[in-house]
């Protein structure tokens, strides 16, 4: 005959009391979750604005694993006019990321598994202190079994590339997918809708003047204007300086006060180089269009001879001072050759 043993009322007591814990504890955190779901819900961005009493009651008062993560921005809005610290801009791109992984994942599960949240200084100095952030931007993820201290945060270099930054960080530390990245529209419908009724009643205008010739496109002052800007453009070194972000100038190392505007060395090239040899070209090319194309209608011989002696020698100083630059950067000589017989 096979023997058994009888539970001992205790015994029995206490497996009941951890039956209607665990099934407390398990009603309790799906309580927990839909709360979220329905605080998130509310909100525009879906972003979950917590304080000290709410973090007690998603996170330190319930024993760990929890069936979700929070991502939580701290946020001060006594320093928001702290350009340096960026919090606003920030605070927006978190806003992004919110909204992109709510769009992003409306119909999965994930939906439950993660909630973005914030957090203010002055409404949550307790949950400041717990969390053991002194310094701002900080955001921290407080994974299913993490506490408050031992939560993870991103570094500071990982706020450089603002919303794409934390998505990365949000996938590598919870395993779930964000999604791509849906940023607003720079302009809303109704600004789209002004501006191109702006613009029909500004074209309607314009095609009669264009009629008429009377726009600035029959102004033969706006096309010397532009030849102008074109030409200084194009001997200046401007598209160099854009596409290779070249600075105006330099700080001097041995001498912090000071300013370099010139690099010697052909290597390097900076704005203010370009701008100076740009705006010597440019007066010497106006200087002679004067000549050929202003100077030959004064009639006063001695005017056109004085005026011409005084251009030609700006010309030559111009030149000059071009070559010299280019001698002093580049290491190599530049001179006129003159005939062997005038040695």
């Known amino acids: ?65 929890r069936p979700y993560s929070l991502l939580i921005f701290f946020d ?21 990321v919110a909204s992109s992984f709510i769009t992003n994942n409306a119909n999965s599960s994930s939906l439950s598994k993660l ?21 701002l931007p900080h955001i921290r993820l407080v994974g299913p079994n993490h506490g408050l201290k031992d939560s993870e945060h991103m570094d500071q270099g990982d706020f450089s590339r603002l919303a794409e930054s934390m998505a990365e960080f949000v996938e590598v530390k919870t395993k779930l997918s964000v999604g791509p990245i849906h940023r607003p529209p720079i302009l809303s419908r109704n600004k789209i809708i002004l501006i191109v009724v702006v613009v029909l009643i500004w074209l309607s205008f314009f095609v009669k003047k264009l ?40 700080q001097d190392r041995n001498d912090p006060s000071k300013l370099v505007f010139f690099y010697q060395g052909s290597g390097m090239q900076l704005g203010a180089e370009g701008f100076t040899v740009g705006f010597l070209y440019t007066l010497v090319g106006l200087l002679l269009a004067f000549m050929t194309h202003g100077l030959v209608k004064i009639k006063s011989v001695t005017v056109q001879r004085v005026v011409m002696i005084f251009a030609l020698l700006v010309c030559f100083l111009a030149v000059k001072q071009v070559v010299f630059l280019d001698n002093w950067k580049t290491g190599y000589g530049i001179h006129g050759f003159w005939p062997s017989s005038w040695n």
């Open 115 to 135: 909630f973005f949240c914030e957090i203010e200084f002055k409404e949550s100095q307790l949950s400041f202190s717990q969390f053991g952030v002194n310094a």
């Open 211 to 250: 009629l008429t010739g009377k726009t600035l496109l029959h102004d033969p002052r706006v096309w010397l204007a532009g030849s102008v800007f074109v030409y200084f453009f194009s001997v200046s070194g401007a598209m160099h300086n854009i596409i290779r972000k070249m600075p105006m100038f330099l």
């Open 76 to 96: 001060a809005t006594q320093l928001h006019d702290k350009s340096e610290l960026k919090l606003t801009e920030l605070h927006k791109e978190f806003s992004i």
């Open 1 to 65: 005959m096979a023997s058994h043993r009888n539970i001992s009322p205790i015994s029995l007591g206490i497996l009941i009391i951890v039956i209607f814990s665990l099934c407390f504890a398990n009603s309790s955190n799906e309580e927990r979750t839909s709360e979220l779901l329905s605080l998130s819900s509310r909100s525009d961005s879906g972003i979950i604005h917590l304080n000290d009493q709410s973090i007690s009651r998603y996170l330190t008062s319930i024993k760990t694993p």
